[in-house]
C-alpha cells in the first residue's frame, strides 16, 4: 500500500519528498516533515513537468517519477535525467 502524501501530512513519509530540492525547487525546500503550501506548489509544479496529473497529491505515481528524475543510476542511466530536471519549480521556499 503507498502511502498518499498531500496538504496537512506530517511525519518521516513527508520528509522522503526531499526529492522536491533534488528535482530543482527554488529556493531549495526546507524538510522539516510538514507538507504546507510550499511543498503543495512544489509537488504541483514538479507533476506537471513530469507530465502528470496536477492535483498536489505525493502518491505512487509522482514519488516514481521524481526518483526516475533524481536517481544517478536507474534504469541503466548513468546520471540524473536532465532532460526532465530542466527548469525550476519556483515559489517554493520550504514545506510548511
Do not use: N, W
Not at 524538510?31 to 498536489?56: H, S, Y
Not at 533524481?70 to 521556499?93: L, Y
Amino acid at each position: 500500500m503507498t502511502t498518499l502524501l498531500k496538504r496537512g501530512s506530517r511525519g518521516a513519509a513527508v520528509r522522503s519528498l526531499k526529492l522536491l530540492s533534488e528535482y530543482g525547487a527554488s529556493p531549495r525546500l526546507l524538510i522539516d516533515g510538514d507538507f504546507g503550501p510550499a511543498t503543495d506548489a512544489a509537488v504541483r509544479a514538479a507533476q506537471g513537468r513530469l507530465e502528470l496529473v496536477v492535483d498536489g497529491i505525493a502518491g505512487a505515481q509522482t514519488m516514481t517519477a521524481l526518483r526516475r528524475a533524481t536517481e544517478p543510476v536507474f534504469a541503466g542511466r548513468a546520471e540524473p535525467d536532465k532532460e526532465a530536471m530542466q527548469g525550476e519549480v519556483s515559489g517554493c521556499a520550504h514545506l510548511v
